[in-house]
């Protein structure tokens, strides 16, 4: 018998737990809170802008770095955070900030080197860091007294040798709607200039934090401009996931380093969808400030409503999502309940011990996405509430 044709560091990468679950949302005409995308469109000032320029002609290959309008558009948005960053040698436009991850991990790692992955973990971070070849070293995160979850330092210190190169950091926090306090951020940028690491920031929710919380980049404390690759997307910013109009903003040479992985990648995608994404970045963040708003109610509504129907429901300070623990409900095993629940109460949600190592220690919890309309989201909980 042949070999199977998969590479053997891209096996465990076969299927998404996304794909099975949205395959059993469809076969029991579930409401569906597994994947995280929004049910309505982004600013209508965008969606024009983006028709103009398909109609207008913008229908060829935009410039490889990205169009001059939408990196000068990201580089007056980055300031908000009190830093700039050259659009001609600092910024480079990706295909989502998925491509932008994959791409600084294979530009900058590779066989033998470590990278330190925080779980629970966004699901392309494990195959990006085994396209690139690298070893992905886990850290956790850890309960502050008050229910909080924050990162596990002590584990970073540890996990810390001489084969680390980067450590992918992302905050706002996919699953758990950790917001990571600047205390801890200000000991992973010492740590990283310590140890000379280069930092990969996944911010791709930095304008969905809720009661106040702050997004602070990794790349504004001491050390760490110089180190740090920034990346963001419009994604969930502007309800455009299906755009995957992407960025980096890092040093002339982490910009030219991941370039040269992006450009034999995807060369360049969504041309005429970028100087929508730059309109958006200009004139719609007002448009992205009720997002938030509307985000934060409705965060509440869907995890009262989980309350109600018996989950103990954990705080989320961002994103788009919230967990819950099944254990109240009579379950151990989450995914246990995921599996059946689709068919039983009629909603999908998936596992988050699907995106660990150590599916024992997460696998009492739930993530939910509440970036549906209110209607779906009541429907849901409707629905939970039989549950018991
Ligand atoms: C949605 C998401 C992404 C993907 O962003 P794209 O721009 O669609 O590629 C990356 N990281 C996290 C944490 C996400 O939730």
């Given at each position: 018998m042949r070999e199977p044709a998969l590479v053997p560091r891209l096996r465990?990468?076969?299927?998404t737990v996304f794909a099975e679950m949205t395959a059993l949302a469809v076969r029991h005409d579930a409401v569906n809170l597994?994947?995280?995308?929004?049910?309505t469109d982004g600013p209508a000032g965008m969606l024009e802008t983006a028709k103009n320029s398909l109609f207008g002609g913008d229908n060829q290959y935009p410039p490889g770095p990205g169009r001059p309008e939408l990196r000068a558009a990201i580089g007056r948005h980055r300031q908000r955070y009190g830093a700039s960053y050259d659009p001609d040698t600092e910024i480079l436009v990706t295909a989502g900030a998925t491509e932008a991850i994959a791409a600084s991990l294979i530009a900058l790692t590779e066989a033998g080197d470590e990278v330190i992955v925080v779980e629970?973990?966004?699901?392309?971070y494990a195959a990006a860091v085994a396209m690139a070849g690298a070893r992905r070293r886990v850290i956790g995160l850890v309960e502050t007294g008050n229910g909080q979850l924050e990162l596990d330092l002590d584990a970073l210190r540890d996990a810390i040798n001489p084969k680390t190169r980067a450590v992918l950091l992302n905050s706002?926090?996919?699953?758990?709607g950790t917001v990571f306090s600047r205390g801890q951020l200000e000991e992973v940028a010492r740590l990283c200039v310590e140890h000379d690491l280069i930092a990969v920031t996944d911010?791709?929710?930095?304008?969905?934090?809720?009661?106040g919380a702050e997004h602070l980049p990794l790349?504004?404390?001491?050390?760490m401009r110089e180190r740090t690759v920034a990346i963001s997307s419009a994604g969930k910013t502007f309800n455009c996931?299906?755009?995957?109009i992407g960025w980096i903003c890092s040093t002339p040479e982490l910009v030219a380093a991941v370039k040269a992985a992006k450009q034999f990648i995807?060369?360049?995608?969504g041309g005429p969808l970028q100087p929508a994404v730059a309109y958006a970045l200009d004139n719609e963040l007002e448009w992205v400030e009720n997002l938030r708003v509307s985000l934060q109610e409705k965060r509440d509504r869907l995890s009262a409503g989980l309350a109600d129907a018996g989950f103990a429901v954990r705080p989320s300070a961002g994103t788009y999502f919230v967990t819950a623990d099944?254990?109240?409900?009579?379950?151990?095993d989450a995914a246990e309940l995921a599996w059946t629940l689709p068919e039983r109460a009629g909603v999908a949600a998936v596992p988050?011990?699907?995106?660990?190592?150590?599916p024992d220690e997460w696998k009492h919890l739930l993530r939910f996405a509440f970036c549906k309309r209110n209607e779906v989201i009541d429907e849901a909980v409707e629905r939970l509430r039989k549950l018991v």
């Open positions: 465990p990468f076969t299927s597994g994947q995280g995308f929004p049910d629970p973990y966004y699901d392309s706002p926090h996919n699953p758990t911010e791709v929710y930095e304008h969905l934090v809720f009661d790349a504004s404390f001491p050390g996931t299906g755009w995957k995807t060369f360049v995608s099944v254990r109240p409900l009579g379950f151990e988050v011990k699907v995106f660990t190592d150590h």
